[in-house]
């Protein structure tokens, strides 16, 4: 990872009045920042790019290649996947979820999908240290995306599975790394996961699974196979 300054100088630039599409950019790529699990990444733009870079240097991952076939992806007891009736209105939709979660946030970028318990925090909880109540996080979470404008599929090698009627590739997250060293993973040495199907117009999905959740291989794929993008979903940036 490169120096945190070296990153803050990146993303100054020259002082001018930004336009109405450079902030709606700039909030795009921050909420990536905030979500993706891979190494930090420049970021354009405001003083909101600027906090979604500590955030995404306190969560940065990165992914490597599948393993066995078909395991529990935790020691945590296995979950159903159950049909999800709830509202989910714009970029992605989804057709099964674990059961005991929802769709905690649906927006053209991305989608989300937390435990139920994210839907009522207490008057105590900060979202900043609990992440799983911050609809723009993905940590604890699972998060369905479409790749970034600057990806073209997986960089890494994985496991090819059938995702409905399309290709797919399956890969097993690395340890994450932070400046104060490696995240710990969770109980049985889970890391996540990432599923990339490719879609009619040659751009891939992403579902990504936090490390913990508990899903097997093959109800990622089943998971995955229910994932509709709509007209409305939209690419990131970096």
Same mark, same amino acid.
């Given at each position: 990872?490169?120096?945190?300054?070296?990153?803050?100088?990146?993303?100054?630039?020259?002082?001018?009045?930004?336009?109405?599409?450079?902030?709606?950019?700039?909030?795009?790529?921050?909420?990536?920042?905030?979500?993706?699990?891979?190494?930090?990444?420049?970021?354009?733009?405001?003083?909101?790019?600027?906090?979604?870079?500590?955030?995404?240097?306190?969560?940065?991952?990165?992914?490597?290649?599948?393993?066995?076939?078909?395991?529990?992806?935790?020691?945590?007891?296995?979950?159903?996947?159950?049909?999800?009736?709830?509202?989910?209105?714009?970029?992605?939709?989804?057709?099964?979820?674990?059961?005991?979660?929802?769709?905690?946030?649906?927006?053209?970028?991305?989608?989300?999908?937390?435990?139920?318990?994210?839907?009522?925090? $207490?008057? =105590?909880?900060?979202? *900043?240290?609990?992440?799983?109540?911050?609809?723009? %996080?993905? +940590?604890? !979470?699972? &998060? /369905?995306?479409?790749?970034?404008?600057?990806?073209?599929?997986?960089?890494?090698?994985?496991?090819?599975?059938?995702?409905?009627?399309?290709?797919?590739?399956?890969?097993?997250?690395?340890?994450?790394?932070?400046?104060?060293?490696?995240?710990?993973?969770?109980?049985?040495?889970?890391?996540?996961?990432?599923?990339?199907?490719?879609?009619?117009?040659?751009?891939?999905?992403?579902?990504?699974?936090?490390? $913990?959740? =508990?899903?097997?291989? *093959?109800?990622?794929?089943?998971?995955?196979?229910? %994932?509709? +993008?709509? !007209?409305? &979903? /939209?690419?990131?940036?970096?």
């Amino acid at each position: 990872m490169n120096d945190l300054r070296d990153h803050l100088s990146q993303i100054a630039g020259p002082v001018s009045p930004p336009t109405a599409e450079q902030v709606k950019a700039d909030l795009v790529r921050g909420r990536r920042a905030l979500r993706r699990r891979r190494t930090v990444q420049c970021i354009a733009g405001s003083s909101f790019g600027v906090a979604a870079l500590a955030a995404a240097i306190a969560f940065a991952t990165t992914g490597a290649p599948a393993s066995a076939p078909d395991r529990v992806t935790a020691a945590a007891p296995a979950v159903q996947l159950v049909a999800y009736k709830g509202e989910q209105p714009q970029g992605f939709t989804v057709d099964k979820v674990p059961d005991g979660w929802f769709v905690q946030a649906s927006e053209p970028g991305y989608l989300t999908i937390a435990p139920d318990k994210a839907k009522k925090p $207490g008057p =105590g909880v900060n979202p *900043s240290e609990e992440p799983v109540y911050a609809p723009d %996080v993905f +940590v604890d !979470k699972i &998060a /369905v995306m479409l790749e970034s404008k600057d990806q073209n599929g997986p960089s890494r090698q994985g496991k090819t599975v059938k995702v409905g009627d399309r290709e797919g590739v399956l890969l097993k997250s690395l340890q994450g790394q932070t400046p104060d060293g490696p995240v710990p993973p969770a109980p049985g040495g889970d890391t996540g996961w990432e599923l990339w199907v490719k879609q009619p117009s040659g751009v891939y999905l992403i579902v990504q699974v936090w490390q $913990g959740v =508990g899903l097997t291989e *093959s109800q990622i794929v089943e998971l995955g196979a229910g %994932v509709h +993008v709509h !007209k409305d &979903a /939209v690419q990131g940036v970096g």
